[in-house]
């Protein structure tokens, strides 16, 4: 199964890209539009989505799965 990826541009719009794709496969306004997105695309995988936000659990760096 691909490893997908869900991250945070500097535009504020949010990318889902499949590992090692040059390119996005899709370009989302929000981070739910995103995730559901990587959904329809790649059924069954989760993505791993980037912090927008440092938690108690984890800083911006760091990834969680969707």
Aim: hydrophobic letters at 25%.
């Amino acid at each position: 199964m691909p490893k997908v990826f869900i991250e945070r541009r500097d535009d504020g719009k949010y990318t889902v890209t499949k590992q090692g794709a040059e390119r996005a496969s899709a370009v989302t306004d929000t981070q739910k539009q995103a995730i559901q997105e990587s959904g329809e695309m790649y059924p069954g995988v989760r993505p791993d989505v980037e912090r927008q936000r440092n938690t108690d659990r984890g800083s911006r760096d760091k990834w969680r799965k969707a």
